[in-house]
């Protein structure tokens, strides 16, 4: 995914102090931040000019401490003609230099009224999620209770159909037949429709459906972290399924690591309600509550106490 100076002023709501068209337009290529502070004594051997110029009190006391020409030639220097632009914090005042070595070497003004340290975290948080890799895989991920659920089988099981009845049931609707996937962090998955299908869904006999037109704007979700995969298949007698729950599964997507658990499929058995029910075991397992860990502690208090009568 691409990502412009528009973009950001418009998701950060940053005040544009100066740019045209042309420089809003321009790409950022880097979710890293720079606060050029050992640049602004002239020292640019690691100089990242391709990033962000973000700058606080810290930076902005010293560049008002310096003459006015010093100022501008650092300011020159700084701004390079792929620098994507420079955001003040704080809402601090902008010298003349800042205006004419931005106009000399096209870069865009931005500035906020938020704190410097938040804005960082904020451009950091919106550049990481839109410029990570993306992984597509095939499946409808769902909004469960507040969990996102990627729900995979093969084809034809009835994974876009499972959606739809979870969406009658309360839920939202993420993505359906292909998931954009992308990690936040190193234990962070998130997951998003292609754009070309978001909010739709492939009912096979019926065909596409707008699940926000049909449903309303409350079925639907444009993202969600994932944290549980279910795998639908079909039921066959000899195949041996998890009964207890501590099959401890895992699939890694993206280099994060989650856990699936694996349903099988057949006539009269409601998915939909097991999909549910199994969203809701993992997270009372994220909150330490561990069913299975209770019936192994009940069955082995029994045998225990078994073993004291027949002595």
């Known amino acids: 995914m691409s990502v412009t100076v528009k973009m950001l002023v418009d998701r950060l709501k940053l005040d544009v102090i100066y740019g045209n068209q042309d420089l809003l337009g321009k790409p950022i290529t880097s979710a890293d931040i720079s606060r050029p502070g050992l640049e602004m004594t002239g020292y640019f051997d690691y100089y990242s000019p391709e990033r962000l110029q973000l700058l606080g009190m810290k930076e902005w006391s010293y560049l008002m401490k310096m003459t006015a020409h010093n100022r501008y030639q650092v300011l020159t220097e700084m701004f390079k003609p792929e620098t994507p632009a420079v955001v003040v914090a704080r809402d601090l005042d902008i010298p003349e230099e800042m205006f004419r070595a931005a106009e000399e070497k096209g ?36 909004d469960i209770y507040g969990m996102g659920v990627l729900i995979q089988g093969d084809s034809g099981i009835g994974k876009s159909e499972t959606g739809l009845e979870l969406v009658k049931r309360g839920h939202r609707l993420v993505a359906d037949d292909r998931v954009d996937v992308y990690a936040k962090d190193e234990e ?27 449903y309303g704007a409350s079925a639907v979700k444009d993202s969600s972290q994932v944290q549980l995969a279910i795998y639908l298949e079909n039921f066959e007698s000899d195949k041996v399924f998890d009964r207890l ?22 006539t009269g058995r409601n998915v939909s309600v097991v999909i549910e029910a199994a969203a809701m075991n993992h997270r009372a397992k994220q909150m330490g509550y561990d069913a299975t860990k209770t019936f192994e502690d009940r069955l082995t208090q029994l045998i225990s106490q078994n073993e004291g009568s027949n002595d």
């Open 107 to 142: 870069i865009a003004i931005l500035k906020s009224h938020v704190p410097t340290s938040r804005l960082s975290g904020e451009m950091s948080w919106y550049l990481d999620a839109c410029l990570a890799e993306r992984t597509s895989v095939h499946g409808v991920l769902m």
């Open 188 to 214: 962070t998955l998130w997951g998003e429709p292609a754009e070309i299908l978001r909010h739709l869904l492939e009912i096979r006999g019926v065909g596409i459906i707008d699940i926000m037109s049909l």
């Open 245 to 266: 729950g501590n099959s401890n599964e895992e699939i890694e997507l993206s280099g994060v690591k989650i856990p699936r658990v694996r349903i099988p499929v057949k």
